[in-house]
């Protein structure tokens, strides 16, 4: 009974912090359903695009979950299922849902720009110049991890083609691949002929049960380096089309598939228990340290995106914004969303405490495969047919929102690139002259930026994922400070940023200063290796980044209070 117990708590927890929490925060920023946001002002068919709150919160939600909150409760569980249960809860309410709900509102208020422009409106140019080229090393991460995921996911050694009797990848892959297809027909269907939302959707759904069913019997194989270039060049397509052809489509479709995904595994909680077939493994707590570090700060960096991820705060500036068709939805989809994605968390963590003893010994090639393992063992043995049907689907669920993740990423990645090089009253390349229009030119930063991330991610570097935590949680911290450093300008209350902003800055920065330590012993002792010297220097960027634009929040807090005194 502690799996239920566990996943009744922290629906019950996370319910009561959004009905009270979130609608507190609304009141104190006061948010105005009667105010025109940016996708109807601006709107331009490509970027700025009105999406009904379901279709939003469908782009959203899959765009900010990816593979992080299954990955990190999961490598997390070694200090014991009651510090990630209470990271997931505490970290989703005041921490990740402050930042995402925070985000999102300051973005609206600043005509669907970035956490760069806002940084620019509070802190100075300057501040915003370094803040993306900050947030842009953290995107070549996401773009290198998740490559590495999908084409992991993806990859066959049988002869390229279809095949019978397909491998799980093998599986994965041409579902991933029809779903790409039923997402711009979808958006067809809905922005260009007319098709009502629900109709489309039951459509949809009931062309996801075929792909399903198609998929279990027919596959499609391809190598690891040939998936690679094939995503390259998807993500790079996605990134630049419309939002309504793919973005918008292909995300809402695919949320379908983790709500489903979240549905049966709480069946199987709820069934495994009554059943007495439930065993779950982890201990309470197991220590101060453990394989991957200390409780502070590894806890906090590991778990990410099931409590806090500054991932979320660019895709709340950088596409959910320019969606937004009324302020009154700014909760439901940046707080709601944050909430779910810790209910997740938390459900990785039950799935991996069905299956924690062969986890831990390592038999498990990654978290999600432990993750759909331990959800599979809920309803039946390895060797019964309904084992082998759910984990081939939540392995699918899976890779589908790391590609989505993926797609986002990249178009984040032009944004911030773009506006990396355009002056004030400058709004798009075209404003630009000389070098700067080239560089501002959006497929320039898209092509950039994939290549890089590519390259990285074929390198199947194991350093990434660990670099990724660090760099993405202190993304956190940086985006909370420019929230609260704007709120405070505007003379709005930013006392609840305090607390949550400087824990991630502390927890980020000590992380990120004990690999620079860890690694330069390595390079003295002669025994690092290309993947270590990455890692140092990526993450003493890192730092010194940081510790700028901390030093300039500082300034601006300081100023904002000397204002308030008057």
């Keep these: 009974m502690t799996a239920i117990l566990i996943i ?14 979130g609608s507190w925060l609304a009141k104190q920023w006061g948010i105005d359903p009667n105010r025109k946001t940016p996708a109807v002002e601006l709107e331009d068919g490509v970027d700025y695009v009105p999406a009904k709150p379901a279709v939003l919160m469908g782009h959203h939600f899959s765009s900010i979950a990816g593979a992080g909150p299954i990955n990190g409760p999961i490598q997390a569980s070694v200090f014991g299922w009651l510090p990630v249960f209470l990271w997931c809860v505490i970290g989703g309410i005041f921490f990740g849902g402050l930042q995402d709900f925070g985000s999102l509102f300051a973005s609206i208020r600043h005509g669907g720009k970035s956490v760069g422009e806002i940084i620019e409106d509070s802190m100075g140019d300057r501040a915003k110049k370094l803040f993306i080229v900050f947030a842009l090393l953290v995107l070549i991460l996401v773009i290198a991890s998740f490559v590495n995921v999908v084409a992991g996911t993806f990859a066959s050694a049988n002869p390229i083609g279809f095949t019978t009797n397909p ?35 039951i459509a949809g759904i009931v062309c996801i049960v075929l792909m399903l069913a198609l998929g279990l019997n027919v596959g499609f194989a391809l190598g690891r380096t040939a998936w690679i270039v094939l995503i390259g060049v998807y993500i790079t397509t996605a990134s630049l089309v419309p939002v309504w052809i793919l973005l918008q489509p292909r995300d809402y479709l695919s949320s379908f598939l983790l709500y489903a995904m979240m549905i049966v595994a709480i069946l199987g909680i709820i069934f495994s228990a009554f059943a007495g077939t439930a065993d779950f493994q982890i201990p309470v707590v197991t220590g101060w340290k453990t394989g991957i570090g200390t409780m ?50 938390v459900i ?31 309803f039946g043995t390895e060797e019964s047919a309904v084992y082998g049907t759910v984990y081939a689907l939540l392995t699918l669920a899976v890779s589908v929102f790391a590609l989505t993740s993926l797609d986002t990423g990249t178009r984040l990645s032009r944004f911030m690139f773009s506006e990396l090089f355009l002056k004030e009253g400058e709004a798009t390349y075209k404003d630009a002259t000389g070098i700067r229009k080239v560089l501002a030119y959006p497929l320039t930063g898209t092509l950039l930026m994939v290549v890089i991330g590519c390259v990285l ?20 911290g940086i985006a909370l400070m420019a929230v609260a450093a704007w709120l405070g300008n505007v003379g709005k209350n930013n006392k609840m940023f305090y607390i949550p902003m400087v824990f991630m800055l502390v927890a980020t920065i000590t992380s990120l200063i004990t690999t620079v330590f860890t690694k330069i012993g390595m390079v003295g002792a002669g025994t690092a290796k290309w ?35 008057k």
């Design 457 to 476: 991610g074929g390198l199947s570097l194991s350093q990434i994922w660990g670099l990724f935590g660090a760099a993405n949680q202190l993304l956190a």
């Design 8 to 21: 009744l708590a922290a629906i019950v927890l996370l319910v009561l912090g959004y009905i009270y929490y």
């Design 348 to 378: 990785s963590l039950i799935a991996v405490g069905m299956v924690y003893t062969t986890y831990t010994s390592g038999g498990f090639g990654s978290p999600s495969a432990a993750f759909a393992a331990g959800i599979a063992t809920m």
């Design 531 to 565: 993947g270590d010297w990455f890692q140092l220097l990526f993450a003493a960027a890192m730092v010194i980044l940081a510790v700028i634009l901390v030093v300039e929040g500082i300034q601006t807090f300081v100023a904002i209070s000397k204002k308030d005194k």
């Design 167 to 201: 491998t799980g990848n093998e599986t994965t892959a041409i579902i991933s691949l029809l779903f790409i297809v039923l997402a711009i027909g979808y958006g067809f269907l809905t922005n260009r002929m007319g098709v009502k939302t629900l109709p489309a959707t």
């Design 296 to 345: 502070f700060p590894a806890l906090f960096i590991t778990v990410a995106c099931g409590a806090c991820s500054g991932f979320h705060s660019l895709i709340s500036t950088g596409t959910s914004s320019k969606q937004l068709a009324n302020e009154a939805d700014a909760k439901p989809i940046g707080y709601g969303s944050m909430l779910i994605e810790s209910a997740l968390g």
